[in-house]
């Protein structure tokens, strides 16, 4: 498979900071970092920090919320832009479950890239609206899980 600007743009830390202050501000000033990108699987990182945290010493969930989304919605960025034709994308539905307290620098994980590339092709392929749900698995330092995220995308080929 080609190689995309969306994937050349994620793996570079100054080029994505640089694009997620002018679009994506919240998730600059909170911290969120793409640590891995590739057609299979994503990788996304936030730190425990004042930005983020909540009374009881933990980080916010609205922030959790925002890396498991990322890490999930950069690769349908990057299998849109991949696409014949230009597609729409929109979350359609979240859900989550938070197992232990998140502190440190937790990393969330979602390796359904598959199944995201093959919603938009079957949604360019067929002309009409596909959804797809796929899983994000926060992780804290030592690979105890503090979160899991289940969001499902929806996928469309815009009218030209």
């Known amino acids: 498979m080609k190689s995309n600007n969306i994937r050349t743009l994620a793996t570079n830390t100054l080029r994505m900071k640089l694009f997620m202050l002018r679009h994506l501000p919240l998730g600059f000033f909170v911290g969120l970092k ?10 996304i990182t936030v730190p425990y920090k004042y930005l ?10 609205a922030v959790l919320s925002m890396a498991a989304e990322l890490s999930t919605g950069i690769i349908a960025i990057a299998s849109v832009y991949d696409a014949s034709v230009p597609v729409s994308m929109l979350v359609y539905d979240m ?11 937790i990393t969330f994980t979602c390796v359904e890239g598959k199944a995201i590339a093959e919603a938009v092709t079957s949604s360019v392929s067929e002309n009409a609206g596909k959804t797809v749900t796929v899983k994000s698995i926060g992780q804290d330092e030592t690979g105890t899980q503090v979160a899991e995220f289940n969001f499902t995308w929806t996928f469309k080929p815009k009218s030209i």
Do not use: C, E, M, W
Not at 52 to 61: A, D, H, L, R, T
């Open 34 to 43: 793409v640590v891995k990108l590739d057609h299979n699987q994503a990788q």
């Open 95 to 105: 859900n989550a479950q938070f197992t232990k307290k998140a502190t440190g620098r």
């Open 52 to 61: 983020n945290k909540n009374p009881f010493q933990s980080i916010y969930f």
